[in-house]
């Protein structure tokens, strides 16, 4: 319960920030000071959501109330008028409290009477009761006591005003306990149902209404009301109570005593017990008043269930319902509602994106953001992981998920589109995608377009869920997908985010520029259930959090050092928005800012006495401004005022997370398989998953083409020489110290590599098989095309190493050739729809492979592509020299065993690009001559013309000076050459 009291309320200017608010679950709610008198165009007795959640309309704005005691006249009510407040009922207020709906206690005349107001759930309807408590207060007890109700209607949309016009139709259908008027026709009509003894029909305007808080606001405030009627109630010890309600259905009073009992009923199953917590009791103590609030932002949306973003004005917002889905429902054990959510917005997602809002009129919805979506994926998750249903997050929302990544890998609305280096970015002109979304006009006050660091942790973490997922539902292609482009996103991120000077996290990347402002987004690489930053650096980003951002009331969205800081929110519209994220608090990032704090610090005692210090101030902030809610937003200079909505979804959500689920119960730490994920030993994979396993004297690293296994001593380097006869040289060794030679050619004794990697690494060229026998591959390709994704990597896996090889021909960089290779792999996924049967799939990936390395090296501008030699003919296929021989037919034998790798390799990588292509993919993959030209797209007599240049230019860098002589063997004729030539 929160109770105030007279101190309060007969503070008039104190008073009038204190403001209460009743919900129906239909977006509809009655609202307004603790006085009764409305201080924004939202206030209102009945505000109806039309068409729910939205088409909010005010009909009801309030009554005028007087009480007659001894035929002495006293007015209740309170309003503010140009230059005067008129009535002064408010000096009559004793208490007001929330026990669990709005109730005034007015003493006046010699007696006490009591108001309450509430909305039943579901209906468009609220009911104001009125009950003499006290006969006798002032000590002569009273015999006549009369109560006059008038109502003042607006019948408007509830972000306008009303203004006193001739088109109202005055017309009352009046009968016996019930009255009803429509007065415009293109609105329904307002029922009254009533106990009173007489109804006086005279109507009239009443003008000039001025409402504070929209004046400050720099909004018009002054609006006309219309009064059709006066109800007239009499007294009694044996009729102490007058009831009326106001409602869209013909309703009756008689209904009211179960109405009543049923919300009561209802509103205490939702507060539930206070939670059993020794070491917080005083901040479990409002857990309850929480639970009520959270269930306020609950609201229909046809057939499912909604999320309100704030009270009063704003809708149901995608980002705002998913941000604050696991707090409002999860953590309150509401697992069916959060169900229905999640079912909503399945079911409106559109080329991959999530909408950002359902407008009012029955528009289109908006798909204006890049981070709704992403935050679809962590609720998502908390659902799943909270309720166990694994059936539905499987069959409605994984392929939901399955097809948001698809669209994001591809490109969707403005701009939003995985870049080469794994990372997210989007951004349009005159377009606000983040949270941070303030916009005046074309101006977006905060654009940050590019890569913002809170998108790439949301994506970071949307993948690892996937990952998770798809591993759970034994869907192996994709988890292998999922993984890699995590561990690309991970390593993008490491390697551009982190501003070493400032000893935190950068706020935005956009091409080479790094906006170093100190801004709360950072925090969610450190808070998300999958982070992308841990150990010292997250500690650091916490440290600089908490000192350039955290207050009493949350965190500032712009550190007051840096350039830009607004510390107050107030003024005007421009005004507003224009600090709307440059310094002023958000209360919602006090939830992720408290869970990375624990978790940098391991959850310890003290870590916790700490966050419970950290959220007081904010349980302190339900008896202020939305009375049992938490504002939207606060100054960023204090003393900290509130502002922005009374009652804001994620505020309320973030708060009830963090003390129901961190404070309120054992904190569950990271995962293993997530710590697991942090390897001692950091190599990069690319395509496909790799085993970690620790080498010792009785188990040694070896490769079977699909990563490294566990082999006994002595049979890897037997299988190391029979896959690779130029290892021959290295036999000696290899038999007599595995460990070493393993240690060698892996880099690490304990590592996790793919066998494209190892085997480069040993010798820069491995001769691949490509082809299973008996494989279907048509099959695969048509059971991938079906949907069957796992089959993807049935199908791919035997070109592994040729996809990594042929992108490591083009770009000569390992970490480049593995970034291609898995965009290869995942375009080739992407787009096999159009791959057509008469090509043959291996080409057409290394076709794929060829120019995404090719594109990577335009872009990165570090080579740019030779022509031919001069004077050589390029594509009649004569060209021959007299002492060429296929280079494999080198000896083994006659090279120094030390430098085998590293002469190939350097010898590989002094090949011009359009001349290692074509060895790599002929000599190295045995591609044949037709499909290599297919694969490079040019025609089969340059094949051969660049297949002899490079075949010289590496006998010419493997044997300096050695002329013909080293590569002499049995005699060949010159039909044989050319034949092996263009076989």
Excluded at 246 to 264: F, I
Excluded at 608 to 637: C, M, N, Q, W, Y
Excluded at 942 to 950: D, E, F, I
Aim: aromatic share 10%; proline share 5%.
């Amino acid at each position: 319960m929160i109770e105030l009291g007279w101190k309060i309320c007969t503070d008039m200017p104190t008073a009038l920030g204190r403001e209460w608010m009743e919900t129906n679950g239909l977006g509809g709610y009655a609202s307004s000071s603790i006085l009764g008198a409305n201080t924004r165009r939202y206030h209102g007795l009945l505000v109806a959501s039309l068409h729910p959640p939205v088409l909010r309309t005010v009909l009801l704005s309030k009554f005028e109330e007087a009480v007659i005691v001894q035929g002495e006249r006293f007015e209740l009510s309170t309003n503010q008028y140009p230059g005067a407040i008129h009535p002064l009922g408010f000096q009559f207020l004793r208490r007001f409290r929330l026990e669990p709906f709005p109730v005034f206690t007015f003493h006046v005349g010699g007696v006490e009477i009591e108001k309450s107001v509430f909305m039943p759930h579901g209906e468009n309807t609220v009911v104001a009761q009125y009950k003499v408590t006290d006969w006798e207060h002032g000590g002569t007890p009273v015999s006549d006591c009369r109560l006059e109700l008038r109502p003042l209607i607006a019948f408007r949309d509830y972000h306008s005003l009303a203004q006193a016009n001739g088109n109202v139709q005055a017309i009352l259908n009046d009968s016996e306990g019930r009255v009803s008027i429509r007065p415009y026709s293109n609105l329904p009509a307002l029922h009254f149902a009533h106990n009173a003894q007489t109804l006086d029909q005279e109507g009239f305007w009443y003008n000039n209404f001025e409402y504070a808080a929209e004046r400050d606001r720099g909004l018009d405030f002054s609006e006309d009301l219309y009064s059709p009627f006066a109800l007239h109630f009499g007294l009694s010890a044996k009729t102490p109570e007058a009831t009326v309600v106001a409602s869209l259905e013909p309703r009756e009073v008689s209904q009211v005593p179960a109405m009543r009992k049923n919300e009561v009923q209802r509103r205490k199953r939702i507060m539930g017990a206070p939670p059993v917590n020794t070491r917080f009791p005083d901040l479990m103590n409002n857990a309850g008043i929480l639970r009520v609030a959270a269930e306020q932002y609950i609201v229909a949306r046809g057939e499912h269930e909604t999320i309100i973003a704030g009270y009063h004005w704003f809708s149901d917002w995608g980002r705002d319902t998913m941000i604050s889905l696991p707090g409002l429902t999860l953590s309150t054990g509401r697992y069916e509602v959060a169900k229905d959510v999640l079912e909503t917005f399945a079911e409106s997602v559109s080329q991959g994106m999530l909408p950002n809002r359902f407008p009012d009129f029955d528009e289109a919805p908006e798909f204006n953001t890049i981070d709704a979506t992403l935050w679809f994926f962590h609720a998502a998750h908390q659902y799943g992981k909270r309720s166990g249903d694994r059936d539905f997050v499987l069959k409605r929302l994984y392929p939901v998920l399955q097809d948001i990544i698809e669209w994001h890998v591809k490109g969707t609305r403005h701009n939003i589109k995985v870049d080469a280096d794994g990372l997210l970015a989007g951004g349009a002109e005159h377009q606000q995608l983040t949270w941070m979304d303030a916009r005046i006009g074309d101006w977006v006050v905060t654009p940050r377009r590019g890569k913002p660091v809170e998108i790439q942790a949301l994506w970071y973490n949307a993948l690892r869920v996937m990952e998770d997922w798809s591993e759970e539902f034994g869907h192996t292609s994709d988890a292998i997908l999922y993984r890699a482009m995590a561990e690309k996103a991970k390593t993008g991120f490491q390697e551009k985010f982190w501003n070493a000077e400032a000893g935190c996290l950068y706020d935005v990347i956009e091409f080479d520029q790094k906006d170093a402002a100190i801004r709360p987004n950072q925090i969610f690489a450190v808070s998300l259930p999958h982070p992308l930053i841990e150990g010292e650096q997250a500690r650091k980003i916490v440290a600089v959090v908490q000192e350039q951002l955290l207050t009493p009331y949350g965190l500032r969205s712009l550190s007051p050092h840096c350039s830009g800081y607004v510390g107050k929110y107030q003024g005007g519209v421009v005004s507003r928005d224009s600090a709307y994220h440059q310094g002023t608090v958000w209360p919602w990032l006090i939830g992720p800012f408290l869970t990375a704090y624990l978790r940098v610090h391991g959850y310890s005692e003290d870590s916790r006495k700490d966050a419970a210090g950290f959220l007081r101030p904010l349980l302190e902030h339900l008896t202020e401004a939305g009375l049992g809610h938490i504002s939207e937003v606060f100054d960023g200079d204090a003393p900290q005022h509130p502002g922005g909505c009374i009652a804001q979804a994620w505020s309320v959500a973030e708060v009830l997370r963090c003390l129901l689920d961190e404070l309120g119960q054992e904190p569950v730490k990271s995962s293993k398989k997530s710590t697991s994920r942090k390897a001692a030993v950091v190599v990069k994979p690319w395509v496909w998953p790799c085993r970690l396993v620790t080498f010792s004297g009785a188990a040694n690293l070896t490769c079977d083409g699909r990563g490294i296994r566990v082999f006994t001593p002595g049979i890897f380097a037997d299988w190391l020489i029979a896959r690779c006869p130029i290892m021959g040289c290295f036999q000696d060794s290899a038999r007599e110290s595995p460990e070493s030679m393993a240690h060698w050619f892996c880099g690490q004794s304990l590592a996790v590599m793919s066998t494209a990697q190892v085997l480069f690494l040993v010798m820069g060229l491995v001769a691949t098989s490509k082809f299973q026998p008996g494989r279907d591959e048509a099959g695969l390709i048509e059971r991938v095309k079906q949907g069957q994704n796992e089959a993807y990597y049935e199908l791919v896996r035997p070109y592994e190493r040729s996809i990594y090889m042929a992108a490591y021909s083009v770009l000569q960089n390992e970490a480049d050739a593995e970034d291609v290779a898995q965009e290869a792999v995942l375009k080739a996924f992407m787009h096999l729809k159009t791959f057509r049967a008469e090509s043959k799939f291996s080409t057409w990936v290394i076709q794929i492979t060829i120019n995404e390395a090719r594109m990577k090296l335009r872009k990165d501008r570090r080579h740019l592509y030779e022509s031919t030699d001069a004077g050589l003919q390029d594509d009649d296929g004569q060209y021959l020299p007299k002492d060429y021989q296929d280079w494999r037919e080198i000896p083994a034998e006659t090279l120094e065993r030390n430098e085998v790798r590293r002469a190939i390799a350097n010898a590989l990588a002094s090949l011009s690009p359009i001349y290692r292509e074509v060895f790599v993919l002929r000599d190295v993959q045995n591609l044949s001559i037709e499909e290599t030209a297919e694969a490079l797209g040019v025609t089969q007599s340059t094949v051969k013309t660049r297949l002899l240049r490079a075949r010289l230019q590496m006998r010419d860098k493997l044997a300096p000076g050695w002329g013909a002589g080293w590569m002499e063997g049995p005699a060949k004729e010159p039909e044989k050459k050319r034949a092996h030539a263009g076989d």
